[in-house]
């Protein structure tokens, strides 16, 4: 039973079992910091935490629907010809699960569970660090250049993030680039978990709470800074600080649009270093954050592609649809 079990893990696709791995982890980090250190876990953690266990089981329940191929008969009984209606519709949800699943994952955290296993913030020595850099913060030298207009370009562009990986992600996929689109994923998945993990061990809120008491200027701008700030802060975790993936995602997306588009690369360039200003001069993240983020995505980039070229079920996949451009018409695991 083991033996097969490995196996049928082994013929999987990669990203599936990352996700399917990353979701358990969760829950039994939850369930044991809840047995360990005793605190209380409110009805959204659970809902967080259980939700991408949830996508998964779902994605997993109507993929076994579609696994047998429909009777050879032409008259198909109502079930069937109901479930060959949606199943180009699962076939959207099994290739876009990972976006969905790292985003439950990310919420997750929301529920302020790394200071609950350590209510110490890493706030001070990330400040020591830009402090050692540039000898001051970042965000404090930056008050004189504030302006309400310079304000509302940042939030814009610091808000325009969310739409970075679904556009390029998308991008791929109406193309009809499966190995393009598996890489964003893939890279999607990997960067993020690393992020992930980093969070829980560098837990900080950013300069913008460190340094409240030393900020004599305030970021107001003339029309979309109070609504964008608001949202961030409606969605946003309060201890994601270090790395910054709001940098380290679109710089990861600029590597992959390199490999098919080079013409894009340049100007991918020039807006991972609006989003990296934006950060700092919107007191979100310390320089050393952006800093770790450039590093982060070159290694979430290189380990992807050697995590896809080692696993098993990559050369299966790659047997049963020679033509890696295409996306697979039929759902795998």
Known sequence: MIGKFINFVLRCRLE??????ASVALVIFFGGAQFFRSFHLGFH??????LPVGILG??????????READASENLDPTRQLLSFVQPLVKIVHDWFPFLLLSACYYSLYGNLVLRLDPHTADATLAKMDAFLIGSQPSLLLQPYITPGTTDFFSLIYFSYVLSLPLVALGFYLARNESAFRRV???????????????????????????????????????????VSYIISMGRVGNDCFPSLHVGIPFLLSLYLRDYYKKLFLPCLVYVALIAAATIYLRYHYLVDVLAAFIYAPVAYWL????????????????????KKKLSPEPSC
């Open 16 to 21: 599936n079992v990352m996700a399917f791995g």
């Open 304 to 323: 992807n592609d050697f995590l896809l070229a080692k696993w098993p079920g990559e050369k299966i996949l790659a047997k049963s649809n020679p033509v």
């Open 58 to 67: 779902v994605k997993y329940l109507l993929q076994l629907l579609f696994s």
């Open 185 to 227: 994923m893939m890279g999607y998945l990997t960067l993020s978990l690393m992020g992930f993990t980093t969070y829980l061990i560098v837990p900080a809120t950013g300069p913008e709470a460190q340094f409240a008491d030393q900020y004599t200027r305030d970021l107001m701008g003339r029309t979309f800074s109070h609504s």
């Open 45 to 50: 953690d659970y809902i967080f935490i259980l």
